[in-house]
């Protein structure tokens, strides 16, 4: 009897040992690796994370093939994404492979996951240590992964080959922590047929909300299963209809939210008055996977608020459809989404990283790729080289996709988006669905985010 | 090497005459309940007969249950206890995944169990089992109960019934929201054509649970139906007899005899439904994501997506925790139940 | 014996349970059908929601999956898991039922205690720890760290120690007698009496090695390695879906334990139930 008790004291001592151990790694994980990129440890420190991204750029220790001349970065990077997912896995390996043979030291391994999986992985993967050197991030993601501290500082990088408004987007404090990888913008979808059966005449870009709605109320056939209009009730159209309806989503200090000023009632009502009159509620299955896409291409969708990234689902539709600036209000606005790519704070190949991102980001290759597969919009400053996407047949009005730009609104970002993303679909699903009322669910929502903004 | 005659001889009259049912310890409880306390009665039967004065030393004895338990402790408790004290640690710190985790005391509890929302988070989880348990053992005990008898093509019936589950829950939700759509599904189509009600099914708060408990009954129907076949057909056949000689009608002998005799098998459902029951996720996950509006946010859906979406791990090491300690006091409760509850009629 | 009412109304009861029988059958086949017959229907005609008769019926859908994905790897993958952790839980957890039914030792109800604690956290929030342990241990991407978690199940321990009080002890004892040690006995008096709760364990890992997606997701980094559950879910792009290649790999994913259920249930019934009825 006594042995046992002694083995199993003994069982219980190295496993709490064990654990130790585990939870002096959790703790330490942070400091412990970043001390491998950065001699200082320290990622808030600028000066030590770009020196250790010149300083493995000076270490050719790390190189794997070394044929590249003597100042080249070379070694191995491993890239993390999603974007790919789904159909362009092609389109990223020509660029890889146009990267690789133009700088024969650095091999990239691409890793791609869906995007419905992509941040569980990466977040845990960031905790374990094993990060990818280089990884994607959606714009609503990089405040919070960069404000952690898991992206390193890029060096000395050069802006001109990107648009501005995108490159800015990704820098704070003064630190580029990601570059642009492509972005692509929301318009109105249109069903040409529906419109010119119905005797409506076709949207333009001077269309305000109330012109819309006219013409969803007499396209609307609920009797034949068509509806005049869809715009899902979430997020990301609220924040983009409050800028169309002059409304603010944070003060300037942005100290607080107050999206639940008048405008921003009013814009909320503009998403979910429409509910079940010209446009379908939840309970015609609206939000279900791909319910949206089946009913325009089905062609029983006469207007559709979606993003550009859609037209090549749409490549084979049996009728006419175009596309047009969306309507606003008191102002233009038009909601843009971008992704970047961002070198890991703990990445031992930084230069490396950075250079494929570089590539990835601003190449001729790239352009290519992406224009040819109408992959999203390469984040180019250069307008002339976006000339072919322009010269593709559907839609005709592909100018629109550019004049959207002039009034692009990103999301507004926190550190918490997720639950400031959650709070107000819920405020607004709630409020269409007529279980609660948005006068009183919407300033609930505005106070829950303004104390998320607390951290 | 071989065993002896006299131990095979013993081992095929167990097969023949013994209730060996699938949690099969109808004959353990009895013992219990006449022979008193579980331990003292294993202990005495113990030293009576299992160790035979050639080997009664304790020594001897611990090599054994070392032998015999290593194999599962070993990695129970390298892959699931280490990683459980560690998120005892976890749950006192605030920690996103992505920088150093701080440590906070118990602010995550303090929240947690201040936070009306947790609260909600258990209700939905307990209507969640309150529903379920009673649709999938009434259903699956039916069909086990049919499926027994001598019927053509009756293989064919028990492979489809076993169909759902197997398949994956991305599939089963997709089918369930089209079956239960609120506007052209199949089931409010009947249920209009018969002029009842059209509720809203898994778009309207109040019947969004009810959704998820019809699909999650429908897909584990197999799982009930075949471990309740299994407890059939281990009732001998004289107690049938007996019953019927008495002049049982069909209802009386199932009531009376073959109900009280599957106690184990049920026993093994009811179990087993809360352990799944009280950490229901996936079929959450697909088929409301938690909505709408939160009416069947569960408790480990919040773990979820306090731990990926919200990157507040700490909070969700804590509710995991207060969930451990709920759970704790439901097993205890089942396990003293079991003794009275448990019959071998 | 059973049958005291006259043959007649039998009969009639007979078609009306069939024909409850045959609703019941369709509702549980429903799904399937409508999953293969989506696999099979050309993607254009997926928007008008799901119609049982295909018009051009055709396997794009299979072949674009398999040029997707590695399929044939991606299953034998999950297969060879699945039936490694079956394996490894029957053995482990019959061994711990043993030691917690047949030998008394200091602590026991403790130590059974803390095996049941082990169900009582979930996964979601083991993940993040346990993949720390897996990188220190440098195991993390491996088949190993697939396995990892499922090589006991405290819920299989559990039913073989109630599966194992059941079995009289008589029969330990003669097999005792005559001189057989522990793990004799174990081996040849014991399991083969607990064959149905074998069963059952064995169905209940199975279902959870194949269906198992947080774990792989998080611990898998090579294509090599991936299981079923995580090639589904990479079918699902972010916008939109081919919902086509989305339920062909379903069935794929359904078709084999499928079939091992059909062959085998009779056996798995009837192990199940044992030998009851002579």
Known sequence: MKRTRTTLAVAAISGLALLLGACAQGSASRSGTSSQSSPAGDTSSSSSQSSSGSSSESSPAESSGSNAPADAVTGDVTYMEFSANGGHEADLKKIVDAFEAANPGIKVTVETLPYADYFTKLQTAIAGGTAADAFELDYQHFVSYSASGALAPLANVDPSPYKKSLIDGFNMGGKQFALPESFSDVVLFYNKDLFDKAGVAPPNANWTWADENAAAKKLTDKAKGIWGDYQPISYNEFYKVLAQNGGQFFNAAKTAATFASPQGIAAAHQLIDRSGTVMPTAADGAGTPDFDTNLFKSGKLAMWHTGIWMFAALANVPFNWDIVVEPGNTNKASAMFANSVAVSATSKNAAAAQ?????????????????????????????????AYLD?????NRKA???????????PTIERQQEMQDAIDNALTGAA???????????????????LLGG | MTPTPASFAAARSADANDVIAVSGQGDSAQRDRHSGPEDTDRRSRGARRMRPGRRGSGWRNAGWVLVFLLPSAVPLLLFTVIPMLASIWVSLTKWNLISAPTFVAFAN????????ATLDYFLHTGAYIVGYLPLVYIGGLSLAYVLDKKLVARSFFRAAVFLPVITSWVVVALVWQWLLNPAHGVVNTVLGALGLGQPGWWTDPDWAMPSIILASAWKDLGFVMVIMLAGLQSIPGDVQEAATVDGATGWQRFRRVTWPMLSPSTFFVVVISLINGLQVFDQVFVMTGGGPQGATQVVVGQIYNLTFRYGRAGDAAALSWILFVVILAITAGQLAGQRRWVTHA | MFRAAPHRRITLRRVLLYLALVACA?????????????SITPEGTLANGPTLLVKDPTLNAYRTLFATLPMWRIVVNSFAIAVASVALQLVTGAMAGYAFARLSFRGRSVVFGAYLATLMVPLQVLVVP???EMKLLSLQDTYFSLLAPSMASALGVFLLKQAIEAVPRELDEAAVIDGASHLRIFAKVIVPLIKPSLAT???????ASWNSFLWPLVVIRSPELMTLPLGLSALHGQYTTAWDVVMAGSVVSIVPIAVVFVLAQRHIVAGLAHTGIK
């Open chain 1, 355 to 387: 250079k494929w991102l570089e590539f990835l980001t601003s190449s001729d290759a790239m352009v290519s790729a992406r224009l040819a597969s109408g992959w999203e919009l390469p984040p180019i400053s250069d307008a002339t080289k976006l000339g």
């Open chain 1, 401 to 411: 996709v550019f004049d959207a730009l002039d009034n692009a609104v990103l999301p």
């Open chain 3, 130 to 132: 346990l993949f720390i």
């Open chain 1, 433 to 451: 669905a007529g279980h609660t009322k948005i006068e009183d669910s919407l300033p609930a929502a505005e106070k829950m985010v303004t104390s």
């Open chain 3, 201 to 207: 364990v064995a169905i209940l890992a199975f279902m």
């Open chain 2, 109 to 116: 509890y303090r929240r947690l169990l201040t936070d009306p």
């Open chain 3, 26 to 38: 369709a509702v549980m086949l429903f799904p399937f059908l409508w999953t293969v017959v989506t």
């Open chain 1, 392 to 396: 593709q047949p559907k839609p005709a």
